[in-house]
């Protein structure tokens, strides 16, 4: 497996979007996706044929973030984990400020005491919000993220 694409929205102290990011990634080791991956992300071979590799996305990825401290939040750590092993396996640096990071599929469950976690369209339901989009896609899931995560520090200043 291989990140294909990164998808990120940039939201300001108050919360509110200010900007938002997204770029297909060229996979090398399996550059050929499998049906599945298909079906899953809506991401066809021609959508990577002319995108960047991993570590020039990346990179573009970093830039787009800019150099002031940053907080990012995904839903569940699988994606932390999967830049992460995508960083070593070009022999790429961790850039410091990348390692401040926050699982809110986590978070989310504390917020509502929950004994297990859900998955995002559950947590999305209980809130009474409307997924936007294809969910495992990149700034979709971005977005969507972004909605629950306004909730869960709602209820985390009430607190």
């Not at 979007?17 to 996706?33: C, M, N, T």
């Not at 504390?110 to 990149?138: N, W």
Request: proline share 4%; with cysteine; charged share 30%.
């Amino acid at each position: 497996m291989e990140t294909i694409e990164i998808g990120a929205v940039k939201l300001n102290a108050k919360l509110e979007q200010i900007d938002e990011f997204s770029v297909y990634v060229r996979p090398v080791k399996h550059p050929i996706l499998s049906e599945f991956c298909v079906r899953f992300t809506s991401i066809k071979q021609d959508d990577l044929a002319q995108a960047d590799t991993f570590p020039a996305a990346f990179k573009r990825f970093f830039d787009w973030m800019g150099p002031e401290k940053f907080v990012w939040y995904s839903w569940s750590d699988y994606d932390r984990h999967r830049l992460m092993t995508d960083l070593a396996d070009h022999l790429q640096p961790v850039p410091p400020q990348f390692l401040n990071h926050k699982d809110l599929k986590k978070l989310y469950a504390q917020s509502k005491d929950l004994e297990q976690m859900v998955g995002m369209r559950r947590a999305l339901k209980d809130l009474e919000i409307e997924f936007e989009g294809r969910q495992h896609r990149g700034l979709d899931d971005a977005k969507n993220t972004a909605e629950i995560l306004r909730h869960v520090l709602q209820v985390l200043i009430e607190n």
